[in-house]
């Protein structure tokens, strides 16, 4: 059976021809710093849940050097390098300070939904007096809820709907920069527009031709700073 994510629904409302290169066809991404970076924070704040006297700092740091080869790979000089390791490292401590030892925590929690043809990846699922928070964590510069983040939240409370038969009393984003915390409202309308997404992707992903994929043109092809993966595919000649 085929799932979709979250990030799978947002990429196809973002541009359905980038669906078609990453979901399709499997083309591989290019590796950037943030890519890179983002996923040794996601690793570190795992192994720090499951050793809560460890510092983070000390796992972060780490898990940076055994990426070292992969780091190098990225053609950045020695400054640089050291200037995105600090910032990620103080987004590290940022995330820390936030951290409750006596709260049931899990992080990277995967959850499936055969209803829906669902699946998410969830970073954190935490309890503390009977309360369930649910929060993903974000490393970019900008820091406000976007409808994005609203699906993606929403699809991540459907899925704990259906695998726990129950809401979370919370749902949000931690923007890791900053270490602020934003929430959206858990009720019937973030549920039916994650139900409206799901069902959506099964009606409209069926053919395998690129036509049936069309290029949404916008910001995310190219911005001050970085480009789509896809981006010379996309509007070389031939495409």
């Known amino acids: 059976m085929k799932y979709n994510s979250a990030s799978a629904i947002n990429t196809y409302n973002t541009c359905p021809r980038k669906y ?3 979901y399709k066809l499997k083309l591989p991404e290019a590796k950037n710093i943030h890519q890179l970076a983002g996923s040794i924070i996601h690793e570190a704040i795992k192994i720090k849940s499951l050793n809560p006297q460890k510092p983070i700092s000390e796992i972060f740091y780490k898990i940076w050097n055994e990426h070292s080869k992969d780091l190098k790979e ?3 000089s020695k400054d640089e390098l050291l200037s995105y390791y600090n910032q990620f490292k103080q987004m590290a401590l940022n995330w820390e300070k936030d951290f409750d030892p006596k709260a049931k925590l899990e992080c990277e929690k995967e959850l499936y939904s055969e209803r829906y043809q669902l699946f998410g990846i969830i970073d954190e699922i935490s309890e503390k007096n009977g309360k369930i928070i ?5 490393t970019s510069q900008f ?3 976007l409808p994005e983040h609203k699906l993606q939240l929403g699809i991540y ?3 704990f709907q259906e695998n726990f038969g129950r809401l979370p009393d919370y749902a949000g984003i931690r923007f890791l920069r900053s270490g602020k ?5 858990v009720n019937e309308s973030l549920l039916n527009k994650a139900r409206y997404y799901a069902n959506l992707m099964r009606i409209r992903i069926l053919p395998d031709d690129i036509e049936s994929y069309p290029k949404k043109i916008s910001f995310a092809c190219k911005w001050n700073g970085g480009k789509c993966s896809y981006y010379e595919k996309c509007f070389s000649p031939n495409n």
């Open 134 to 138: 649910i929060l993903d964590n974000k």
């Open 74 to 76: 990225l053609g950045l």
């Open 181 to 185: 915390k934003e929430y959206v409202s």
């Open 143 to 145: 820091e406000k809820l």
């Open 20 to 22: 078609y290169y990453k």
């Open 157 to 159: 409370v459907l899925l």
